[in-house]
């Protein structure tokens, strides 16, 4: 899932619902989505440092 998706994805959802359920998902949903993005780009930097070669 792209961000323009997940962006399209907050604003129908604060459409339905406002205030507090909006500032519930906005910060429970996208910290971990960009902890999760981050977390998978590390990895894949991990795994080509070690597929490059060991010491």
């Known amino acids: 899932m792209g961000m323009g998706s ?3 994805l907050v604003s129908k959802y ?3 619902q406002q205030n ?3 500032l519930l998902f906005e910060y429970a949903v996208i ?5 999760a993005t981050i977390l ?16």
């Open 40 to 55: 998978a780009t590390l990895s894949q930097q991990d795994n080509s440092i070690s597929q490059s070669g060991h010491f």
């Open 6 to 8: 997940l962006m399209q």
């Open 31 to 35: 910290p971990s989505y960009l902890l």
């Open 14 to 16: 604060s459409m339905k």
């Open 20 to 22: 507090i359920p909006f």
